[in-house]
């Protein structure tokens, strides 16, 4: 389990990328109160640029963890995913060929 904690920085329209939502999304009172306010996550709101949101990454990153692009960091997420679901179906793929001999 690797922490990080992301400091997220709002872009020039005031968006981030959230990862309990796992989109970019727009930093405004309704977003804070209806998730952030919940949210596990959360540990802050960057000095009033962004929010800090502390997760489990297995990215090779320092921590903290400064994110300036939310497009970036939702397209380096996504390829995360795809390399995890990847380790998943090669597992699956070896219990099948270990349950055929
Ligand atoms: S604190 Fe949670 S809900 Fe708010 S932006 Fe971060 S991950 Fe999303």
Known sequence: MTMITHINLENSETEVYCCLRNRIIRLDDQHKHQFCAGCKMFRGEAGGRGVECRWDDPRNLPDPYVV????????SNQERKIQLHGMIDTTSQRTEETKAG
Not at 68 to 75: A, C, G, H, L, V
């Open 68 to 75: 300036t692009s939310p497009q970036d960091e939702w397209q």
